[in-house]
């Protein structure tokens, strides 16, 4: 499968900003999806994620907990993260990712995408 990522750019602390992940492939629906982020200088970590089949099962990191929404439209092959509230320290870059576990975990995941920049001012 192969995974684009768009939607990034920049925006002022307490903006909003919603990411794009359209898969192309294999059926999208196999895939539990997932978004990592990798700020300047620091590893990549784990954002949220969300079960193959439906977005009743999500999962995330508790930085990102009650201001990101992670969705899925297995219509349109697109997952999705909204970004309310937004920090500096979300700056990053988003990759979303793809793959046969749920998981938090980097190797969960599968297939990448390329990756978007966030940047946050403040």
């Known amino acids: 499968v192969q995974l684009q990522a768009s939607g990034g750019g920049l925006v002022q602390a307490g903006d909003s900003l919603r990411l794009s992940c359209v898969a192309s492939?294999?059926?999208?629906?196999?895939?539990?999806m997932a978004w990592l982020r990798q700020a300047p200088g620091k590893g990549r970590e784990f954002v949220a994620a969300i079960i193959s089949w439906t977005d009743s099962a999500t999962a995330y990191a508790d930085a990102v907990k009650g201001r990101f929404t992670i969705s899925r439209d297995n219509a349109k092959n697109t997952v999705y993260l909204q970004m309310n509230r937004l920090k500096p320290e979300d700056t990053a870059v988003y990759y979303c990712a793809a793959g046969g576990r749920f998981g938090t975990a980097e190797d969960a995941y599968d297939y990448w995408g390329q990756g978007t920049l966030v940047t946050v001012s403040s």
């Open positions: 492939g294999q059926s999208f629906t196999e895939y539990n």
